[in-house]
């Protein structure tokens, strides 16, 4: 039996629309933030690859052309931040290696506030019967 409305009239049931593309996961672990956020701030920078931007980090800090693809929980954390603007893309595009691949990539950047916030959060005490962080650095 169909639902009713007000003035007792069936309700025509309409099937929510299909996502055209699935979600990220939403991350709520402030050790991956810290540790995405430090590794965005170091001279190993992460870099946007592609129309999908795959996430990759450079491989050698002294050469700017090779880059590495990043773990899955990495790079959803790396959009997780660019979507909340704790991260920001940048406006030129680099040529970058990725073994056979050759193309182009958008440098990901740490804002002056999010770095204040970083140094906030790691000066912050963990309560008692927390581990030390699991990301390593």
Do not use: C
Request: overall charge positive; charged content about 25%; cysteine-free.
């Amino acid at each position: 039996m169909s639902e009713l409305d007000l003035f007792g009239n069936p309700v025509q049931e309409n099937p929510a629309p299909a996502q055209t593309r699935p979600g990220r996961p939403v991350l709520n672990d402030m050790d991956a933030v810290t540790a995405v956020l430090e590794r965005a701030s170091s001279d190993r920078r992460y870099l946007l690859v592609g129309l999908a931007e795959r996430v990759y980090r450079l491989a050698d800090p002294t050469d700017k052309e090779r880059v590495q693809p990043v773990t899955h929980w990495e790079a959803d954390t790396v959009h997780q931040l660019l979507k909340s603007r704790h991260l920001t893309i940048g406006g030129g595009r680099h040529e970058v290696v990725s073994g056979a691949m050759r193309t182009t990539a958008t440098a990901v950047l740490v804002p002056r506030a999010t770095r204040n916030q970083l140094i906030h959060w790691k000066t912050l005490a963990r309560p008692d019967g927390w581990t030390s962080s699991k990301y390593p650095a």
